[in-house]
């Protein structure tokens, strides 16, 4: 039982009023709570560049079906493998047209130097679904991969013929209704005719002028006309055939190469090293821990490629100490190279040879070429 007194009076305890600076303080904490909740469901016109995985061209892949094989096979392998490794480098896009990453993701990207902030539209053009990306992403690396081995062949003294085929056709085109799909260009205006670049220079030499083909088709030879028109491409005016040309290989040799859910051209440089590897005596590694990336032609010249600041990391993170970037490159590498690895321009295939006789022969590495301005130590 509680017991009170009647006569005495009980006074509340009187309530502390906030100061203006904590309500100030708690309507902004709830304001940024809101906010960030509202970005999170917030679509952005970004994604996002990051490390992909790293695969040593000399080990094993996963192929469609979930099992390990070897990422290139050659016929007369050399019986003992490599000790080191030469790793090709991929990068992952964080986002698509269907789902774009939150801005959340996004602040925590910029302060990430591995990984980086792109416009949707650089990556997934407008008009291009994922599927389509995909598509010609698959079809870049199976072309890479037939220059890789035909740069790796020719390397080795092999002869490796080519031609020049007709994969496209615009059916607006100048060559609409004059020449079909796998037609083989054999010269033009009567001078022989060994790749695209060839009959693109020769076309624009021209000014628009009539040229005459030379191919064969199923086998039987003749000539045809074609008059280019000047069509707008990336702004400028150039002078086309209105079809889209390819190289085919006579391989001598059966090179085959295993990778699954990759795509793009920039493999094929270390594609190529690869190859040459596995078809050389000794070790072009020295046991060294090599990682690289560029694309490739025939003739082993080493071009440009994107997302080359995720790949130093992607480098960095799988363990290499060596890095083979393209020349071309080379502005994107300068301040941008993760301590630990060491940075070796190259534009050619025999480039990327001269460097890894170096590493592996302790040979001068400072003659070797380099990016103005990369640290020589990598760090």
Not at 92 to 121: C, H, K, M, Y
Request: glycine share 12%; aromatic share 4%; with cysteine.
């Amino acid at each position: 039982m509680t017991l009170f007194d009647e006569n005495v009076s009980v006074v509340p305890v009187p309530r502390r009023q906030r100061s203006r600076s904590t309500v100030v303080g708690v309507w902004s904490l709830t304001v940024s709570v809101l906010v960030l909740l509202v970005l999170s469901f917030l679509p952005s016109p970004y994604v996002i560049q990051q490390p992909g995985p790293v695969l040593n061209t000399l080990g094993t892949s996963t192929d469609a079906d979930g099992n390990e094989v070897p990422l290139i096979t050659v016929p007369d392998e050399k019986d003992t493998p490599s000790e080191g490794r030469l790793d090709l480098l991929t990068v992952q896009i964080n986002g698509n047209r269907e789902r774009t990453p939150s801005w959340i993701e996004l602040a925590q990207a910029w302060f990430d130097p591995s990984r980086a902030v792109v416009p949707l539209d650089r990556i997934f053009p407008s008009g291009q679904s994922t599927e389509q990306r995909n598509t010609e992403n698959a079809a870049l690396m199976s072309d890479s991969q037939l220059e890789a081995s035909a740069a790796a062949l020719r390397q080795l003294g092999y002869t490796v013929p080519q031609d020049v085929v007709v994969g496209t056709i615009d059916d607006s085109g100048a060559s609409a209704g004059v020449l079909e799909l796998g037609d083989v260009i054999t010269s033009l205006n009567g001078q022989p005719v060994a790749s695209v670049t060839d009959i693109r220079s020769a076309v624009q030499a021209g000014g628009g002028a009539p040229v005459t083909l030379g191919i064969d088709r199923g086998g039987a030879q003749s000539s045809v006309s074609v008059t280019p028109r000047l069509t707008d491409v990336d702004g400028q005016q150039q002078w086309l055939l209105g079809v889209g040309l390819t190289l085919t290989f006579d391989l001598p040799v059966d090179v085959k190469v295993q990778i699954n859910n990759v795509g793009g051209p920039s493999a094929g440089m270390m594609f190529a090293l690869g190859i040459i590897d596995k078809m050389s005596t000794g070790d072009l590694t020295g046991g060294q821990h090599i990682a690289g990336t560029g694309t490739i032609d025939a003739d082993g010249n080493v071009g440009g490629i994107g997302g080359i600041r995720q790949k130093l990391y992607g480098a960095r993170d799988a363990g290499a100490t060596w890095f083979l970037a393209p020349q071309s490159n080379c502005d994107e590498v300068v301040g941008h190279v993760p301590d630990g690895i060491r940075v070796f321009s190259v534009s050619t295939l025999q480039d990327s040879l001269t460097a890894l006789e170096a590493i592996r022969d302790g040979g001068d590495l400072d003659a070797l070429p380099t990016c103005d301005g990369t640290p020589a130590s990598g760090s």
